[in-house]
């Protein structure tokens, strides 16, 4: 069983950054595929980020060049550094966990970026 819980959500201004964390419980976290996805409203959930037990990434077209992600297995901890934000990055953030072929889900972090 795996827990996961957000961190880092708020208001930005357009231009800005924030950085949002996710802290997992459970074991063997770091051969867990870690993944971060928002949901704007009326939209359905997408994927913006994925690291996977090695470290390797992939990310969403629209977040490319801009967002960051990265894991640290000691503190069984998920990050996404997100910079030049902007309007259309206004969603709710989920951290979700795939392991032993299991999904885990976070509850969400808004984040809301102004002009």
């Known amino acids: 069983q795996v827990q996961l819980e957000e961190s880092g959500g708020g208001l930005v201004q357009a231009g800005g950054s924030l950085r949002l964390s996710c802290a997992a419980s459970?074991?063997?976290?770091?051969?867990?595929?870690m993944g971060w996805y928002r949901q704007a409203p009326g939209k359905s959930r997408e994927l913006v980020a994925q690291?996977?037990?090695?470290?390797?990434?992939t990310y969403a077209e629209s977040v490319k060049g801009r967002f960051t992600t990265s894991r640290d297995n000691a503190k069984n901890t998920v990050y996404l550094q997100m910079n030049s934000l902007k309007l259309e990055d206004t969603a709710v953030y989920y951290c979700?966990?795939?392991?032993?072929?299991?999904?885990?889900w976070g509850q969400g972090t808004q984040v809301t970026v102004s002009s």
């Open positions: 979700r966990a795939l392991q032993g072929g299991r999904l885990y």
């Open positions: 459970g074991r063997h976290f770091s051969i867990a595929v």
């Open positions: 690291v996977s037990s090695s470290g390797s990434t």
